[in-house]
């Protein structure tokens, strides 16, 4: 199957500095790529879609000034996150998708915020 | 009323047994549906996709759509204890574009 990376894996940060976290897809090109937060023991949330080139359509609730996503490629899309803060700390996961409509997740990246 | 609902669980079972695992769904337009394994701290690993009533195998996995019932199930033959891992339905409509996710039955495969 398709494979997609995230990195770093693990990150933490003190409370209000900023976080990157890229999410890569590495054999196929991903026409939209998703943003998604999980807490522990509870399903995915979606945060954002993005499409390579366009500006991302963020979930109500979502602050996109806070969680600035950029898909400059189409095989790259970053999500930052600004002034971090303890609420912040999550697991965020990316996922990508060609055409078709199967969605492959990247391996999740663990933020803590101190 | 959620769109999709699915057992949580937790399910436990001996070694070798057959699991079911199953959800259902209220969105007509629905067309794709996917079934998705997340072991503990990593991303969800597609299992299974279809698009079709009827049952897709692959291996010791069979996927099963009823769409006339909004009924999905994804069965496990020969269990194994590495099989123990979060299981996710998805379904998408197509022209949405976006999963929406049942909440995950958590399933643990005793030795």
């Known amino acids: 199957g398709a494979v997609v990376s995230q990195h770093p894996s693990w990150v933490i940060c003190k409370s209000g500095t900023s976080v990157k976290i890229e999410c890569r897809s590495l054999?196929?090109?991903?026409?939209?790529m998703f943003w998604y937060r999980q807490f522990p023991k509870q399903s995915l949330m979606l945060m954002a879609t993005?499409?390579?080139?366009?500006?991302?359509?963020?979930e109500q609730g979502v602050e996109k000034d806070k969680f600035l996503i950029n898909h400059a490629s189409l095989t790259l899309s970053t999500l930052t996150v600004t002034s971090a803060h303890p609420e912040d700390s999550s697991f965020y996961i990316c996922?990508?998708?060609?055409?078709?409509?199967?969605?492959?997740f990247g391996p999740g990246t663990r933020l803590t915020v101190t | 009323q959620k769109e999709v609902e699915q057992d949580p669980g937790p399910l436990s079972v001996p070694e070798g047994a057959i699991v079911s695992l199953n959800c259902t769904y209220s969105?007509?337009?629905?067309?794709?549906f996917m079934w998705y394994r997340q072991y503990s701290r990593k991303g969800p690993e597609l299992l299974m996709y279809?698009?079709?009533?009827g049952n897709k195998e692959d291996g010791r996995f069979t996927a099963q759509v009823d769409k006339s019932s909004k009924y999905i199930s994804l069965f496990i033959r020969d269990s194994q204890p590495s099989d123990s891992a979060t299981y996710l339905c998805?379904?998408?409509?197509?022209?949405?574009?976006?999963?929406?996710f049942g909440s995950g039955t958590q399933l643990t495969v005793l030795p």
């Open positions: 998805a379904m998408d409509s197509g022209s949405a574009r976006q999963l929406t």
């Open positions: 969105n007509s337009a629905f067309q794709y």
């Open positions: 054999d196929f090109q991903a026409t939209t």
């Open positions: 279809t698009y079709s009533s």
């Open positions: 996922s990508a998708r060609e055409e078709t409509y199967e969605q492959y």
């Open positions: 993005s499409n390579e080139g366009s500006k991302a359509t963020y």
